[in-house]
């Protein structure tokens, strides 16, 4: 009897528990799917409460740390992270479902349906943050050109001071054959030979020579490109430019004649007779064909005077300008040279320039930028050239109806440089008698004893009248003149 | 090769001493680039520092570099490295106010 009576119960109990969870099932598709294990329970459970009301959990999650669950429920949910979730997923005790239980566990199915109402923006983790040096590739960039930027600099100064050298070696002997001092520097105490270039940039080289006859000295300044900057040797990658060797020889006075000559290829001598003062003034014609005398098609001539060519043509010469045609930019002999035209903002200058007697030259270097220190000595027979100009220079000279073509010439620039300046040269005389006679005044305004004072304004009277008779005089004499 | 050579044309009583050509501004005609580079250099770090842009800083890195590589010899090595030294602060400082890396506009 009693062992029925607790069987009883104990059905009876077992009863009301599957029953409780029965009406769970109800309404439900999977109640065949319920098994009589730990863990079933839940695992229905965890499909049901997916499909719950999810008003009950609200989730802000604005970032990862911290994930507000705002619950009805207990407090053991607060966090509601989902390792919590997780964790009560592996409870192994075999508690009557509660609601309560599985609120935190709720946050994971429900923030997903939840998803299509408040879409979770997933913020990248600031770039900075990050260890990892890719994410600053614009910077590693910016150093690598840099870098590339210093090695080229220091490459290309290294060549154009091989390409220096290199020239230095190869013309010194001719040099010190002609004359006494090779290399200065302006610095030294004593007139001494440094035998070496003036650097005076990474890319241009000077060397003074003198000690001559005939010349006062000669100037050569190597123009190498700038190797050392990288935006310039790019922009020379469009368009290949060569280097250049410049020579400027000072003539003395007395040995070299008065002309003008010009020769060398087409475009040079065009923006030279458009830059240089001599060549506009005095060779107003376009460069012509120097075929007449056997030079190649690439060279072309400006001159004063038809003489000055014919006498600087010689065979000599014809011969020199026709083997290293492609060498010669440009060769400028002139008595009046005084540099490029000055550009002056209150018009003409007041004065002529000072003008020297100077034979330039400008020789490219061969290789048109791709320049190696062997190239250098392509460069001596024009040194050659130079020097057998100078000694030309000091013979030639130009016959008695040449000269006065050429002093006529000479005069005509300058009547026609002062008749330009004629306005200003009147203001500036003005400007100056009226500096003078402020200055008496002042001088007489700060005398301070009286006496001196008014002998000095008497003085200063005096002068005025006889300025003022003078001139008198003269308006009588043109007068009487024009009678 | 002398003319003559019997004679040497060497004159040491005709010695002239070199004498730099005055430079009356000649020097900013032939080539005005490190100038115009300094100056850009300076505008450019300003304009870094003061809009906190990267690529302003950057830049004027570059500038000074070019405008030293092109400097004349007689160019002031004070400018040169204080327009340097303000290039290299205006990248500092734009990185320490804003470590991010710099983005491309594309």
């Known amino acids: 009897m009693k062992v029925l009576h607790t069987f009883c119960i104990v059905l009876l109990v077992f009863g009301s528990v599957s029953e409780a969870k029965f009406d769970d099932f109800e309404d439900e598709e999977d109640i065949v799917e319920y098994d009589d294990n730990d863990f079933a329970e839940f695992e ?42 997780d964790t009560q997923e592996g409870d192994t005790e075999s508690e009557p479902y509660d609601d309560e239980e599985f609120e935190g566990y709720e946050d994971k199915p429900d923030t997903s349906s939840s998803k299509n109402k408040d879409p979770i923006t997933i913020v990248d983790v600031p770039a900075h943050l990050q260890n990892s040096w890719e994410s600053y590739y614009l910077e590693i960039l910016m150093v690598t050109g840099l870098l590339a930027y210093i090695m080229n600099y220091i490459i290309g100064k290294n060549k154009n001071s091989r390409l220096a050298q290199a020239w230095f070696n190869t013309h010194r002997e001719l040099l010190e054959s002609n004359f006494t001092l090779v290399g200065d520097d302006g610095t030294n105490k004593e007139a001494s030979s440094t035998g070496k270039l003036n650097q005076e940039n990474e890319h241009i080289y000077n060397l003074w020579c003198s000690g001559r006859v005939c010349c006062e000295g000669m100037l050569i300044q190597l123009r190498f490109l700038k190797r050392q900057d990288l935006l310039n040797v790019l922009a020379r990658m469009m368009r290949p430019v060569s280097d250049q060797v410049q020579i400027k020889v000072t003539m003395n006075d007395e040995d070299m004649d008065t002309y003008v000559f010009a020769v060398g290829t087409r475009k040079a001598l065009v923006r030279l007779q458009k830059e240089m003062q001599d060549l506009s003034e005095f060779c107003s014609d376009k460069p012509k064909s120097g075929a007449k005398y056997g030079l190649p098609d690439s060279l072309a001539i400006l001159s004063e005077m038809g003489e000055v060519t014919d006498g600087m043509m010689d065979t000599k010469m014809v011969h020199f300008l026709t083997h290293y045609a492609d060498k010669i930019e440009s ?12 550009m002056q903002e209150e018009g003409q200058p007041l004065k002529l320039p000072d003008t020297k007697r100077t034979l330039l030259f400008t020789f490219n270097v061969p290789g048109s930028g791709n320049t190696y220190p062997k190239d250098m000595e392509a460069l001596l027979p024009l040194m050659n050239m130079v020097i057998y100009s100078i000694d030309k220079a000091k013979k030639f000279r130009l016959n008695r109806e040449g000269k006065q073509k050429a002093d006529k010439n000479r005069a005509r620039v300058e009547e026609n440089f002062l008749k330009l300046t004629h ?12 500096e003078k006679k402020r200055a008496e005044k002042e001088r007489i305004m700060n005398e301070e004893d009286p006496e001196k004072q008014r002998r000095l304004e008497e003085a200063a009277l005096r002068r005025e009248q006889k300025k003022l008779e003078k001139k008198q005089m003269k308006m009588k004499q043109i007068k009487v003149k024009a009678m | 090769m002398s003319t003559n050579n019997m004679s040497d044309p060497r004159r040491p009583n005709k010695v002239l001493r ?8 000649n020097p900013a005609l032939d080539d005005p680039t490190p100038d115009y580079m300094n100056l850009l250099g300076m505008i450019f770090s300003m304009c870094g520092l003061m809009l906190k842009l990267k690529w302003c800083a950057w830049v004027a890195v570059y500038c000074s570099f070019i405008s030293f590589a092109n ?31 710099m983005t491309p506009p594309w």
Request: glycine share 4%.
């Open chain 1, 331 to 342: 060769v400028h002999f002139s008595d009046q040279f005084s540099g490029p035209k000055i």
């Open chain 1, 44 to 85: 229905d459970v965890m499909e049901d409460s997916v499909t719950e009301s999810p008003q009950r959990v609200i989730t802000t999650e604005d970032d990862e740390d911290e994930t507000t669950v705002e619950l009805e429920g207990p407090d053991e949910n607060q966090e509601g992270d989902f390792e919590d979730v």
């Open chain 1, 423 to 434: 306005v200003q040269r009147q203001e500036a005389a003005q400007s100056r008698r009226e």
């Open chain 2, 18 to 25: 070199y004498k730099p050509p005055p430079s009356e501004g």
């Open chain 2, 71 to 101: 400097s004349r010899s007689s160019e002031d090595t004070k400018q040169m490295m204080s327009s340097f030294m303000l290039s290299i602060s205006a990248v500092v400082m734009s990185y320490l106010q804003n470590p991010q890396p």
